[in-house]
C-alpha cells in the first residue's frame, strides 16, 4: 500500500518546516506555500515524510494511504 | 408512475402525457398553482421504483456546474446514510436544493425557482424519498426576498394541500461567488461561515448536521422530478448519440438543459435547449449576434472563451465544450463583439474572481491578484513576452492549489484566454493597448470596480 502527501490549504500558513525537512518532494511557491511533488511517496523517504509531517506547526501536512 | 393516482388527482377527464419536445422544465404559462401543476406533470411519482438506477439510466448530469452524473450522486449519498444509520434519534440524510446561482451570467437558477418552483420542490421530495433523507434545504441568493417569498408561498401551498411530503427550509446564502459552493453551504448550515471546507469528509459523507449529504443544483433537481414520472427514456429522446450507440441521446449528454445567452445577441435569456445543440443555432434561437462577435464565453467564469468561428459547430454539451478548451458549466454563454477587447474584459473577471477569494487558502490569496495584475498589464500595459509567460507560470501555480475550485476556475478561464486572444496579445505588444480597453465591460462583475482587487 502506497502513501501519498497532502496539503490542507486552508490550515497551511506556509511556516515552511515541510520545505526544510523534504526538499525531496516537497518546493515553495512564490509566496512560500508548499508544492508537493506528484505520485506516491517513496519508500526510501517515507521517515522523512513522517518527520516533515509532524513538524508542521498547523497540522497541515497530511500523509494518506491510498487505496 | 401510477396512473390511477395521477387521474384522481388530475380528474378523470385529463390524462397526464409526458412533454413532446422543448420546453420541458419551464411552463411559458408558469408559475402554476400546484393544482394545475399536477394536472399537467401528474402527482409525483413516490415508491414508482428506483428512481436511483432511473436516473442512472438518464445519464442526466449535474447542472450546477461540475456535470457530475446525478444519479451516482444519489447512490452515493444512499449508501452513506444506510452506513451511518440512524444518530441520536435523527437518522436520515438531508437533501439541499442549490438555487443561489452565484455565476454572475446565469439567470437560468432564478427563472426555474420562479416560473417552476413546484417542479424544484417535487423534485427535492423524490430525491429525498430515494436518498433516505427526512428533510430538504433550499438555498437562494440572500438579497433576492421577492424569490424567497415566492418559495415559501409555494411551500405553503403544498402544506395546505397535505402534499408537503419532505419539509424543506430555505436558506440565503450569502452574494459571494464561493458561497454557494457545496461545502460552503454546508458550512453555514453547521452554523459557520459560508465559506468553503476542506475534504474529505466530502458532504455525501458527513454534511449538514453531521449527516450525508446530498447537494444537488435546482435545475438538476426539476429534471429528477420528470425523470421520476415519464422516464429514462423520455429523458434521453432529447439529445446527441454518442459516436457508435445507435438511437437517441445516452451517456453524458442526455437531455436538456437550460442556458443563459447573453452579450452581442439580439434576444438574450434563458433558452431550454436539446443538449448537443449546436452553438450556432443556438446564436440564432437568441436572435443572432447584434454586433460583429469575435468570441464566446462558454460555462461562465468556470469555463472558457473559444474564437467565434470555429465555436460555432461545437455542439452545446460538456464533453464537446471541454474538448473544444471551454465547458458547460452551469449554462452560459456570452457572446463578446468585435468592438470589445477580449484582453481587457478577461482582466476584469481575473480582478472580480481575486475580490471573491474566501481568504482562506495562501495559493489564491496571493496568486488570484498576481493574476488578476497580470492580466491588466497585458491588456492596458506592456503585453511582453516576460508578461505573458508570467501569466502562464501563474496559471500552473495556482491549479488545484485551494481547498475549493476557484482558483483552478480562474486559471483555466485565464487560460483560454491567453490562448483565444493570442493575436491580441501580439497587436498590443506591438502597438501598445487597442482603443477597445476602454469600452465598458460586456461581463457582468457584480459590485466589481476596476483594480479592487489591490
Known sequence: MSRSLRVNPIACEAHGMCVELLPELI???????????????????????????????TLALLLDQNE | MSAARAMRAAGPARRVLPPNGLPRLIPPDGPLPLADHIGRYGPAPFQAGDLITVVEQAGL??????SFPAGRKMRTVAQAGRKAGPLRGSGGTIVVANGAESEPASGKDRLLLTRAPHLVLDGIALAAEAVGAARGYLTVDERQDELALHLAAAIGERERAGQNWVPVQILGVPARYVASQETAVISQLNGGAAKPAFVP??????????????????????????????????????????????????????????????????????????????????????????ERPQAFLAGGYFGGWLPYDQALDVPVSDPALRAAGAALGSGVLVLLPESACGLAETAWIAGFLATQSAGQCGPC????????????????????????????????????RGACHLPDGAAAFVAS??????????????????????????????????????
Open chain 2, 201 to 290: 469528509p466530502r458532504p455525501f459523507e458527513k454534511g449538514a448536521h453531521g449527516r450525508p449529504t446530498l447537494v444537488q443544483n435546482v435545475e438538476t433537481l426539476a429534471h429528477i422530478a420528470l425523470i421520476a414520472r415519464f422516464g429514462a427514456d423520455w429523458f434521453r429522446d432529447l439529445g446527441p448519440a454518442p459516436a457508435g450507440v445507435p438511437g437517441p441521446g445516452a451517456g453524458p449528454a442526455a437531455g436538456s438543459a437550460l442556458i443563459t445567452v447573453s452579450g452581442a445577441v439580439n434576444r438574450p435569456g434563458v433558452y431550454e435547449i436539446a443538449l448537443g445543440m449546436p452553438v450556432g443555432e443556438l446564436i440564432s434561437w437568441a436572435g443572432g449576434p447584434s
Open chain 1, 27 to 57: 518546493t515553495a511557491d512564490p509566496w512560500g506555500y508548499p508544492i508537493i511533488a506528484p505520485g506516491p511517496v517513496p519508500g526510501h523517504l517515507l521517515p522523512l515524510a513522517r518527520r516533515a509531517v509532524a513538524a508542521c506547526p
Open chain 2, 417 to 454: 484566454a491567453l490562448a483565444t486572444f493570442a493575436d491580441e496579445i501580439r497587436q498590443h505588444a506591438a502597438a501598445g493597448p487597442c482603443s477597445r480597453v476602454r469600452r465598458r465591460p460586456v461581463l457582468p462583475a457584480p459590485g466589481y470596480v476596476w483594480g479592487q482587487w489591490k
Open chain 2, 365 to 400: 490569496v496571493n496568486g488570484l491578484p498576481a493574476l488578476a495584475g497580470m492580466l491588466e498589464q497585458l491588456a492596458f500595459g506592456r503585453a511582453d513576452r516576460q508578461a505573458l509567460g508570467w501569466a502562464q507560470r501563474l496559471v500552473t501555480l495556482v491549479t488545484r
Open chain 2, 61 to 66: 448530469t449535474g447542472r450546477g456546474g461540475a
